[in-house]
């Protein structure tokens, strides 16, 4: 038997580690962030399950994880991931989707932005240099899976001095670019 599984949306092991991040932790994403509750603020956002048989660095070893996005709006602003580049930018990494809808977000380090439609099945590739984040659309939760390098590394620090040049808002009931 394999030491992890991987069933459905649940990744299940001995070596699985979970992590959570509430809405207080992301509140600088939203343009509405600053009018978050205290009482929101420890709402859970998503948490992300991985398995990382490598230490964080080792060049060429890979990552798997799956994240759960609770569904929700902060304002006009669909729930949404923090985001990240990678810190070591030539690192791609593949998106997919297991449930729910959302969308990848995805920018080059010009700002250039697109979005590009998840839901069950859809398989997303991350090319190094851009940076990615995910949106929950649908009023269930999403989840997705996602593989990366070991020695991909996270750079959040760009996304939270520039930010994502669009915003995913719900324009008239649907989601939009903007
Ligand atoms: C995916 C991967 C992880 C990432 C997680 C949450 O599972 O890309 O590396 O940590 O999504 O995204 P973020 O780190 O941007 O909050
Ligand atoms: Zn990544």
Known sequence: MPENLFIGKSLIGKKIEQSTRTLGDIRFIFEKGDQITLQQASRIAYNVSSYLPEKEGTP????FGITNLYPGL??????????????NRDTAEFY??????GVVILMDEQGNI??????????????????HRVANVS???L??????YSNAGHDYKTIEQKGFTARLKKVNGAPQLV
């Open 60 to 63: 060429g070893g890979l990552y």
């Open 139 to 141: 009023d269930v939760s």
């Open 143 to 148: 989840s997705f899976g996602a593989c990366w």
């Open 114 to 131: 697109k979005g590009e439609k998840m839901f069950p099945g859809s398989l997303h590739y991350i090319p190094g240099r851009m940076a």
């Open 74 to 87: 902060v304002g006009d602003e669909y729930f949404m991931t923090k985001g990240h580049f990678h810190a």
């Open 96 to 101: 997919w989707g297991i449930e729910g809808e």
